[in-house]
């Protein structure tokens, strides 16, 4: 073993849960849980042990490695096996290396400037290549909603200097920068937050941490009038109780297959590799049935109302391109979203015109033929937004039958719910604007939503 810790007559061992909580462990062990703020029976509070029993948990291989860890008076790296057995995982340290005056609390990274930052930090927050959110801290989770997890980043926060996102921004992992200025969408808050590439054995960027550097005083999610509408407007039927019941397990398999497939937590075989993926497109394809179920309880309530706040289209348009670019080129389709100098203000619900726009450019893609284009085009003076593409089109005796619940003109098997057009054009209406289809330039069928201008 290289660089290891001085070896400890007989190792220090405790046992971990699946939910990370330590249920068993000698006395060095609670001692140092203790002095990070642990408590009996609750989740350890060593991030480096616990991002160890995560991964032996998510894998069910066998582990050794260093980790790092402080009490009050020292810097401790540890040399530690890790194994699942028993529905537990086992740690074992073999290697115990007292340093100095602690000055960390968890695994140390450094940025490209050499900044000093704390991964597994009270504010982090983990997202793969794909832009999807793997965990956060529990600070991040209490004060903006815990329902963010295992979702795409992009829904609920943005990048404010790189409206694209991080899927986008990650293509390009050279103009990363090393701070980004986020805002969370639930609360509105502005938040700076320090970036850390994560990368493969190859150098390919796998994911990123982001350590959000919170302000003293926070907003919660669930403070406020704007919150207490949401919640009213969300509505509790079927739809909502269904939602709530599927959330959390669908949201626990996402996020373990997107870490396992994306190989963020080392290399696998490719065919793991390769149906961790498949489980982790199952997964988002169930999840946005989900999302349709709770929608549909939602809008079809009498009481359902969205927020009246200035929307930018064109924004709209290159937030879409750049969330489904990669999705076009998988099905080697090309997004050509409208000029930069092209704007159009209308009054909507920021995240409901997104919704809609997503719905219609996925449904372009799913149903064009392989080298085609796809146009998302603006007109200022119509205040429209419009997704024309060079598929086979819609027959017009069926144009308004593709708007009803479940309707998909007979085709199966094609990953859709049958309601995204039915919810598009609701919302669209519930916003004071309208949804219509007719027939493109080039044959395809060409969606206009039209919303009232600011």
Not at 20 to 25: D, Q
Not at 100 to 106: E, P, Q
Not at 221 to 227: I, L, P, T
Not at 413 to 423: A, F, K
């Amino acid at each position: 073993m290289q660089n290891l810790p001085a070896r400890l007559a007989l190792p220090i061992k405790c046992v971990v849960d699946q939910e990370g909580r330590l249920i068993a462990a000698d006395v060095a062990i609670r001692r140092l849980h203790a002095s990070n703020g642990g408590r009996d029976g609750g989740v350890i509070a060593v991030p480096g042990l616990l991002d160890l029993a995560n991964l032996c948990w998510q894998t069910g291989l066998r582990f050794e490695r260093n980790v790092y860890a402080a009490d009050k008076d020292h810097d401790i790296e540890l040399w530690v096996e890790a194994e699942k057995k028993d529905r537990n995982v086992h740690l074992s340290i073999i290697g115990w290396q007292e340093r100095g005056t602690a000055v960390l609390s968890a695994s140390p990274f450094r940025t490209r400037a050499g900044q000093h930052v704390v991964r597994n930090a009270p504010q982090s927050m983990q997202i793969s290549r794909s832009g999807v959110v793997l965990s956060a801290s529990r600070v991040l989770l209490e004060n903006f909603g815990n329902e963010f997890v295992a979702y795409a980043f992009d829904e609920y926060f943005d990048l404010i200097d790189h409206p694209a996102g991080f899927e986008a921004l990650l293509r390009a992992p050279g103009d990363v920068p090393e701070r980004v200025r986020v805002r969370n969408r639930s609360t509105d808050v502005e938040l700076t937050a320090l970036v850390d590439l994560k990368k493969s054995d190859t150098e390919s960027v796998v994911g990123v941490h982001l350590v959000f550097l919170l302000p003293e005083a926070l907003p919660t999610v669930g403070s406020g009038a704007n919150a207490e509408e949401k919640h009213a407007n969300a509505g509790m039927g079927l739809g909502r109780h269904f939602a709530n019941a599927v959330r959390q397990p669908l949201g626990r398999i996402l996020a373990n297959a997107e870490t396992i497939g994306s190989e963020l937590n080392g290399p696998i075989l490719e065919q793991y590799s390769s149906y961790a993926k498949d489980i982790a497109s199952a997964a988002k394809h169930l999840s946005e049935l989900v999302g349709d179920l709770e929608d549909l309880d939602a809008i079809d309530r009498p009481e359902f109302k969205v927020a009246r706040e200035p929307v930018e289209l064109g924004d709209i348009a290159r937030r879409v391109s750049g969330l489904l670019a990669l999705k076009a080129a998988d099905h080697q389709i090309t997004l050509i979203s409208p000029d930069e100098d092209i704007k159009c203000v209308v009054v909507g619900e920021f995240r409901r015109v997104l919704q809609i726009v997503l719905n219609l450019v996925g449904n372009a893609i799913r149903y064009s033929p392989g080298g085609t284009q796809i146009r998302i085009a603006i007109n200022p003076t119509a205040a429209t937004i419009s997704v024309e593409d060079e598929g086979p089109g819609i027959p017009e005796e069926d144009r308004e039958r593709i708007f009803t619940k479940f309707e998909r003109l007979g085709r199966s098997g094609d990953g859709g719910s049958g309601l995204g057009l039915y919810i598009s054009r609701k919302l669209a209406r519930a916003m004071g604007g309208e949804l219509l289809i007719e027939t493109g330039s080039t044959g395809g069928a060409r969606f206009t939503l039209s919303l009232p201008i600011a």
